[in-house]
């Protein structure tokens, strides 16, 4: 098994709303700014987080997830990231443990050095206290430094420095600064693309960085892995010459790059289009991923004539794949929190009514035949749909979503947003339009 080395850092917090994506975003922007290849990652099933360090490092951010992914294809990313990069970050998910697959698990499993981002507002010695809590909460975690987020002044700065116990660096700070703060919204940031001078914002936070920060490059230390693709290769291109329409826009973003690799890596052609403002191109199957549909309604409702052509996609029996928002847009209609109705596609039975509350997160598991398919929900609507569901998807943790999955004709639709790559038998049955066996609840 060979090994390659590349220099590696997993940036985690204690808890959401630290500055993590700010601060890794500003850390590739300022490595790739010096020069250097970066690779980016991000911890958990997030679509958006991604899109930044995508922008920031000039190179594709992929998950990293072991609930989701399993191991061998976190360690097959790594180790593909490590024989092109000159560094390699991490950018944890929530507080530090939080979670079944938590940032210091996955840190752990793969041998990499942990810095925390700790918001210090009106905070002194305690910052201390926490940075020697996220150090010593686990033996087998190694937290070697920390950076300040949100400091209100060099002396404040100094103050919190001083709190560290000498096993813990202070690696900087950045400065309580409103321009550095990235906005959101109910599924969290703002999309990259929405951003206006993003380009000019990464400079200018990896300036701040680079000005308040102890940036030398990390230690190097290995990455391995053993191909084992197995199962496509079982496959033997099940969907070769299946064409493919993939939705992706500002509606329709949400989308795994593995996911539309592994259509690639079974033959399929996949062809990429825009709800919003484009008809349905010529396909034989089509991919509804989610993302923001109801901050489009009315651009995807005046789309009269794609709605026409998914209409007849699925009365001539043609394969659909729906998660989450893409279900959305299948249904009869939708209402936002400010009482407009949408009617969209119209081709599943049923309604649904965005909420100001969370209605669904976790990540799921669904069993079909013999076979299963994992994924992840994170979903603000609820939905009342006239079908009996084929089977649930159920939370592989002890807390989380059970969410129905759908077959409606060649439609199969779920608030489910799902990693092809845990199960290509399944993906390519579905694209196939081929019958599914009555799915169970997993325990």
Same mark, same amino acid.
């Not at 380009?199 to 990896?206: E, G, H, K, M, Y």
């Not at 069993?367 to 076979?371: N, S, V």
């Given at each position: 098994m060979e090994k390659i080395m590349c220099p590696a850092l997993f940036v985690t917090a204690p808890s959401s709303d630290s500055g993590k994506t700010t601060v890794v975003a500003a850390m590739a922007r300022f490595w790739r700014n010096q020069g250097k290849t970066v690779r980016v990652f991000k911890t958990g099933p997030d679509f958006i987080d991604p899109k930044f360090h995508e922008v920031a490092s000039g190179h594709r951010a992929y998950q990293l997830d072991l609930g989701m992914m399993g191991e061998a294809i976190c360690r097959r990313h790594?180790?593909?990231?490590?024989?092109? +990069?000159?560094l390699i970050l991490i950018e944890g998910v929530m507080g530090m443990f939080d979670g079944t697959s938590s940032s210091a698990d996955l840190a752990v499993k793969f041998g990499i050095p942990m810095l925390a981002v700790i918001p210090a507002a009106k905070m002194a010695q305690t910052f201390g206290a926490i940075a020697y809590g996220l150090a010593h909460y686990r033996n087998d975690v190694k937290l070697f430094g920390v950076v300040a987020n949100?400091?209100?002044s060099v002396g404040h700065a100094k103050l919190l420095e001083q709190s560290l116990p000498d096993d813990i660096a202070y690696c900087g700070y950045l400065a309580r600064d409103e321009s550095l703060a990235l906005p959101d919204r109910h599924l969290g940031l703002v999309q990259a693309d929405e951003i206006a001078d993003l380009?000019?914002?990464?400079?200018? +936070?990896?300036t701040r960085l680079g000005n308040s920060c102890n940036m030398p490059l990390p230690k190097a230390i290995a990455f391995e892995y053993q191909a084992q693709d197995t199962q496509i290769t079982a496959l033997n291109q099940a969907l070769k010459g299946v064409v493919i329409a993939v939705a992706c826009d500002a509606a329709f973003a949400f989308i795994y790059h593995d996911n539309l690799t592994l259509l690639r890596k079974?033959?399929?052609t996949v062809c990429l289009f825009s709800p919003i403002t484009d008809n349905l191109p010529h396909c034989d199957a089509l991919y509804l991923p989610g993302g923001y549909p109801e901050l489009h309604g009315e651009a995807l409702q005046k789309n009269h004539l794609l709605n026409m052509c998914?209409?007849?996609?699925?009365a001539d029996n043609k394969p659909v794949v729906a998660e989450c928002g893409g279900m959305l847009y299948l249904l009869g209609s939708l209402t936002n929190t400010q009482l407009q109705t949408f009617h969209w596609a119209n081709v599943l039975p049923g309604t649904a009514i965005m909420s100001e509350r969370l209605q669904g997160i976790g990540i799921v598991s669904f069993?079909?035949?013999?076979?299963e398919i994992k994924g992840h929900c994170f979903h603000y609507s609820t939905s009342d749909i006239d079908l009996e569901p084929i089977g649930t998807a159920t939370s592989t943790g002890r807390f989380g979503s059970s969410e129905p999955v759908y077959q409606h004709g060649s439609v199969v639709a779920s608030y489910v947003h799902w990693y092809f790559p845990s199960s290509p038998q399944i993906v390519s049955s579905w694209f196939l339009g081929q019958p599914l066996a009555k799915g169970g609840v997993n325990e």
């Open positions: 790594l180790y593909e990231a490590a024989k092109e +990069a000159d949100k400091v209100g380009d000019n914002w990464l400079d200018a +936070a990896a079974l033959g399929a998914i209409q007849k996609h699925v069993a079909t035949g013999d076979e």
